[in-house]
């Protein structure tokens, strides 16, 4: 079964190809550069990036993979949650090639792909916890099953990641933020005590406002009394403390002995080794991504269609009214 993924529901143009859960390409063009200069990805520019680039990142990945584009048997395509702009770039151009090819066309959430992307290196089995923390989204699920999720607990306000880009661009770190505080953070040491929300038994919500706010305060205060590298090394901390705390209680509530931690700030390598070392000392099983599979990319995409497939084939003609929707809901 030869599947191909299309992600573009933010800065990132991404096709790839799978022979059944085997990457055979996983291309992707970054807009790192065009967005730096602003602080933050500008809708407009990226979709208008996506439809500059996404015929020639399609291309490669066809050529990377070494098959016919006739060998293709399913299409998959993030509908949403993302960017409108963007979104609608990568839905109406999959539209084009599986009408083109008459194969079906699988409609994927952003965030049940990341769910999944731990399955493209790892045979995991159901049920298990799943952690996703990106820069527009931190949700705790429980995964009963291919399409089986139930919220456990999500950000009230601000994401993790934007929290990571936000407390960056006070300290004047550049974009994209998270990166840099991260490396400034392993130099420094945790001498910050940052507030940390709803840290009450059984609430497995999130809110980083508050942490936002308070770094905020602390640098306008104490500007030159303490480095940059230990507030980002204290504010690094505090979210950390608060995944672990939030997935202790997941695990308690749900008796599950699985968690995952996937999503775009699961590249952090301090959080991941958080997280890693909770579950060692509670002799659970963990499991996340590559960085490569954690940031915004079209082999989770395509692992979802061909999962999907597995389990519900579709038949061509497909729903040609299918549409991108920017607030999408996983459940």
Do not use: W
């Not at 991404?14 to 602003?38: D, G, P, T």
């Amino acid at each position: 079964m030869i599947t191909l993924g299309i992600e573009t529901s933010c800065d990132e143009t991404a096709v790839a190809i799978l022979e059944n859960k085997k990457i055979l390409s996983n291309v992707l063009y970054s807009q790192i550069r065009e967005h730096s200069k602003y602080g933050g990805v500008v809708p407009e520019i990226a979709s208008r990036k996506h439809i500059e680039k996404i015929g020639y990142i399609f291309e490669e990945a066809v050529a990377t993979s070494q098959i016919n584009i006739e060998d293709i048997d399913t299409v998959a395509v993030t509908k949403g949650p993302g960017l409108v702009g963007s979104l609608l770039v990568g839905v109406n151009f999959a539209k084009g090639i599986a009408f083109a090819l008459k194969k079906p066309l699988y409609e994927i959430n952003h965030i049940e792909g990341h769910i999944l992307s731990v399955l493209l290196e790892n045979n995991i089995d159901f049920p298990f916890v799943s952690l996703v923390a990106s820069g527009g989204h931190t949700h705790i699920f429980l995964v009963k099953g291919l399409g089986q999720y139930e919220l456990l607990g999500k950000t009230l306000d601000d994401a993790a990641g934007e929290a990571f880009d936000k407390v960056a661009k006070m300290l004047q770190l550049g974009y994209p933020g998270g990166p840099i505080l991260e490396k400034l953070a392993m130099q420094g040491k945790p001498v910050v005590k940052f507030p940390k929300s709803f840290m009450v038994k059984g609430n497995l919500n999130f809110s980083f406002s508050g942490i936002k706010t308070s770094v905020m305060n602390f640098i306008n205060k104490n500007k030159n009394s303490v480095s940059v590298e230990d507030i980002c090394c204290s504010f690094q901390k505090t979210v950390g403390d608060t995944f672990v705390y939030k997935i202790r209680e997941a695990v308690k509530i749900t008796k599950i002995n699985t968690i995952t931690f996937s999503g775009g700030v699961a590249c952090n390598r301090y959080l991941r080794k958080r997280i890693s070392e909770f579950a060692m000392e509670n002799s659970l099983r963990f499991f996340s991504p590559s960085p490569e599979y954690c940031s915004d990319n079209a082999a989770m995409i395509a692992l979802a269609g061909f999962l999907k497939n597995l389990k519900e084939p579709l038949e061509y003609p497909f729903d040609f009214t299918v549409n991108a929707v920017p607030r999408l809901k996983l459940c």
